[in-house]
């Protein structure tokens, strides 16, 4: 099978982002709406039958699917040694490919709707081919370098379209915000990539990943404080992953990034992007497993379900939906994290991968759903705050539907989407550890809650007076809502662990009904508290948080994260440590390179007077000069 | 070659109209006096040229060669000389050494 | 005969020079220099050298000496008298200038000169082949390119003397 033609997947969004992005001023808007639009659904249908091609024609061998790599030396170090380019197709990539387009086209379709009238609906769509662009070849890199080169294109572009609306203070302090904290974290990205690179001399994802390979089984030739080298660069991998993945204590971007416009929300902040450390984690997940019996896969495991349970606490308080979803985002990728992380590798050990991997799907759909949905709402009443909205069930029927669709899926309500990729969840951490799986139930509670709360807050509750009477959106925006809608409530049937497990075999996965029902009881029960505290407009929800006191507050601040984080890089590595470092630079420093210079020009500025300028006396030097030289060299050196 | 004439005696005459130039170059207090001394430089080069060419290699004609180009790049030098004199004596009305010290920084 | 001649020359020659360096009028000055110029046109009468005694004569004693009488005539009254140098630099370069001839002296006297003895005529002729042959060590492009020098400068002249601000 001649996979060439995925490169075109990739180049296809680029053509358009340098079309638009050169072309910005001479395009009309919507002009470039439709060429944003068509140049991904060329994308979309080449992913998909990629897809159709390698699960169903030609991807399994003996049961087994098989790896596919295209790929030419780019950088050559030493004979082992090469960093390469190409594209890489195995389960995940093109699972990976599938969501990507998915969403991504529905977004574009949406943002023509949404972004309507917009200054810069050109460069909007622009950006959007280019993170498009940089998310393909994330998922399609072949080896650990060209993932690094196009995980910071989309960390660039994520920073272009969060401050998209770069005269608004805010928006810009976001986008830096968000920059600045996933570089910090994929500073850690970076040395484990070098680390990796020195100690197994190769950066190809398929060399790494054999378990037979000699990468995995020398995990042990080289400790540092007590765990491998490998062990760490593992860990140190992860917190890249964690940056862009808005873990525990690497979150602190996410919810500010919500600055964006809401299809920018729904497509980096929720679908695509945030799962890149997700995704990572994966790729290399044969490693995390077998190096040190998967000491780094534990780190991830608790680092995801501590993310999850956190934000869900967090996202209860919040007033500001987007934030609400943008929380709900990190909790569910914590949930993803912790399911890798309490998972095995051969067969039906490897459930949690599986599951991780459908959570990753279905999540993808859903919460695009619910940030589009979201966004629909904003766009009819002009607010992102709960306060300002109330009863929309009448003036926007089909988003109405649609979100309550998106909610119950979250909720893990059957037959949705997110029950059956939860429900994998929850078994496999039962299997594993019973802490985490705590954690997760807790957590599955949580999430309907708060969903509730925001579902019943907007479309029910009190009844606001508007000043323009809200109205449904327009069909570009409601028809990805519908198509959405309709895959959250048809992927949850796709038998995903026939296609992809760590071992690539693929498994016979069963419900385990009694675990099922904990789930789904404990879903209803937080639909049911959202019920009474939010349907009909009461003083419950007020109470509840006077009583809890303190405790509201704190998590109504986010638990002071921000503070800490303002607090650390300010009050001390901005007062003590970089001001005085800066200060010793330029005092010392710079102070004696200009001091030499400075003293250059005074001394000249005083011999100068030595030229007195008449040539004559110049002559005379020379000849005088002439005339002793010749003196010495006759009488002295003997020429 | 001059019967009876010795090469040293007529390098001796040249050596001092070299150091008469010399002379007149250092201490002369007026640009064309300056010229005049170059002039006489450049005669004492010339000669000394075509005097060395005639008594050790009068076969060959290089030396005498050299003197018409010293005496072709010694016109071109006078004419430019001479029209920068006239030049500076336009914008400042003075052809003495002394002024021309303004432009040195 | 010649030696007398040679002698003569030689006197005239050194004399005027120095009176040319040591004029105080500037007219004078630039007179003693044609006969100073003469007199070297003689050497090379002496020395067989008709041609070059040719240009020595036109060249020099018919342009150069004219210009510099023209410059000297734009630039000053005939009477005006020359500033003189302070006598203590005088001396001080009287003084150098006959340490270095006593540096060359007595370089080229204690030089063995291999003299060949020969009474060779040189013809105009032979220096116009020489000028411009182009085979080993002829001097065509050497020719060429002070043919373009003199043109840059007389160019190069007419440029510099023109009145300022008349372009």
């Known amino acids: 099978m001649n996979l060439s033609y995925t490169i075109l997947i990739l180049l296809v969004p680029l053509t358009v982002f340098l079309l638009l992005g050169i072309f910005n001023q001479k395009i009309k808007p919507a002009v470039s709406g439709y060429i944003g639009v068509f140049g991904l659904f060329v994308s979309t249908v080449l992913s998909y039958f990629t897809a159709y091609q390698y699960f169903f024609v030609f991807g399994k061998l003996e049961g087994v699917y098989q790896t596919f790599a295209q790929k030419t030396v780019w950088m050559n170090f030493t004979d082992t040694l090469h960093i390469d380019m190409g594209v890489l197709i195995d389960p995940i990539s093109v699972m990976m490919l599938v969501v990507v387009s998915t969403i991504s ?205 956190f934000a869900a606490v967090i996202a209860i308080t919040q007033t500001d939906i987007k934030r609400v979803l943008a929380f709900s985002t990190m909790s569910q990728l914590g949930y993803m994290m912790l399911a890798l992380g309490v998972s095995g590798y051969d067969g039906h050990e490897g459930v949690g991968y599986m599951a991780s991997m459908f959570h990753l799907f279905t999540h993808a759909m859903f919460k695009a759903l619910l940030f589009l949905g979201a966004g629909s709402v904003i766009h009819a009443v002009h ?105 959250s409530i048809v992927v949850g049937f796709i038998p995903f662990s026939e296609f992809i497990t760590a071992d690539k075999a693929g498994f016979e996965a069963h419900l385990n009904y009694p675990l099922a029902a904990v789930a789904v009881g404990v879903g209803l029960i937080g639909i049911g508290l959202a019920y009474v505290f939010y349907k009909k407009e009461n003083d419950l929800a007020e109470r509840f948080s006077i009583a809890f006191g303190f405790f509201y507050i704190w998590t109504f601040h986010k638990f002071y994260f921000d503070e800490i984080y303002l607090f650390v890089t300010k009050k001390i590595l901005f007062q003590r440590i970089s001001w005085p470092i800066s200060k010793f630079d330029k005092k010392y420093v710079d102070g004696t390179m200009e001091g030499i210079g400075n003293k250059t020009v005074l001394i000249s500025e005083k011999i100068k007077g030595l030229q007195s300028g008449k040539f004559q006396d110049y002559a005379f030097a020379f000849v005088s000069g002439v005339v002793v030289l010749a003196l010495v060299f006759i009488y002295f050196l003997n020429y | 070659m001059i019967t009876g004439i010795s090469l040293y005696e007529i390098l001796t005459v040249t050596s001092i109209i070299f150091f008469v130039g010399v002379y007149g170059f250092i201490t002369r207090k007026n640009l064309i006096s300056v010229l005049i001394s170059i002039e006489l430089i450049l005669n004492a080069s010339a000669v000394n040229f075509v005097a060395i060419n005639k008594y050790l290699y009068p076969e060959a004609l290089q030396g005498v060669v050299f003197s018409i180009f010293i005496i072709a790049v010694a016109a071109a030098e006078t004419a430019l000389a001479v029209s920068i004199i006239i030049n500076l004596y336009r914008q400042i009305s003075s052809v003495e050494v002394k002024d021309t010290e303004i432009m040195k920084y | 005969m010649e030696r007398i001649i040679f002698y003569t020359l030689a006197l005239i020659i050194v004399v005027f020079a120095i009176a040319s360096v040591s004029s105080r009028k500037m007219l004078r000055s630039v007179i003693y220099l044609l006969f100073v110029l003469c007199g070297i046109a003689g050497f090379y009468f002496l020395i067989d050298y008709n041609f070059l005694a040719a240009i020595q004569l036109t060249v020099y004693a018919g342009g150069i000496i004219v210009l510099l009488i023209f410059s000297v005539m734009l630039v000053h009254h005939i009477e005006m008298e020359l500033e003189v140098v302070k006598k203590a630099r005088q001396i001080l370069v009287g003084l150098l200038c006959l340490i270095g001839l006593g540096v060359f002296l007595i370089t080229i006297y204690t030089h063995p000169f291999v003299v060949v003895e020969n009474q060779i005529t040189t013809t105009t002729a032979d220096i116009g082949y020489k000028l411009l042959s182009y085979d080993d060590g002829g001097f065509i492009l050497p020719f060429e390119v002070i043919s373009v020098l003199l043109l840059a400068a007389m160019i190069g002249a007419i440029v510099i003397a023109k009145k300022v601000g008349s372009e």
């Open chain 1, 105 to 309: 086209l529905m977004v574009h379709i949406y943002s023509r709707g949404y972004m309507k009238g917009d200054e810069g609906y050109t460069r909007f769509f622009a950006f959007l081919s280019l993170f498009t662009f940089s998310m393909y070849g994330l998922v399609l890199a072949t080896n650990l370098f060209q993932i690094y080169i196009f995980w910071e294109l989309v960390g660039v572009s994520s920073f272009l379209l969060i401050g998209y609306y770069y005269t608004k203070p805010s928006a810009v302090a976001a986008a830096k915000k968000a920059f600045i904290v996933t570089r910090f974290a994929d500073l850690g990205f970076l040395i484990g990539i070098l680390i990796i690179g020195f100690y197994t001399g190769t950066y190809d994802f398929e060399t790494l990943n054999n378990p037979e390979g000699a990468a995995i089984l020398n995990w042990a030739s080289g400790s540092f404080m007590g765990l491998s080298i490998l062990t760490w660069a593992l860990i140190l991998i992860f917190i890249g992953g964690a940056g862009k993945s808005a873990m525990f204590p690497l979150h602190i971007w996410l919810p500010d990034a919500m600055e964006g416009p809401t299809p920018v929300s729904a497509l980096i902040h929720a679908a695509t992007m945030v799962v890149a450390g997700v995704f990572l984690v994966a790729r290399l997940f044969p490693m995390y497993y077998f190096v040190e019996d998967g000491f780094a896969l534990k780190v991830v495991a608790f680092v995801g379900a501590f993310s999850s349970l």
């Open chain 1, 383 to 487: 607010s992102n705050y709960l306060k300002d909205m109330g009863g929309l069930r009448k003036y926007m029927p089909v988003t109405n539907i649609t979100f309550l669709i998106a909610a119950l899926a979250i909720a893990g309500v059957p037959p949705f989407a997110g029950f059956w990729s939860k429900d994998e969840i929850l078994a496999a951490a039962f299997e594993q550890n019973k802490l985490i799986y705590f954690v997760g139930v807790f957590v599955a509670g949580l999430t309907a809650f708060y969903m509730f709360r925001i579902y019943f807050g907007i479309f029910w509750g009190k009844e606001t007076k508007y000043k323009h009477p809200p109205h449904e959106s327009p069909v570009s925006m409601t028809f990805p809502l519908m198509v959405l809608a309709f895959l």
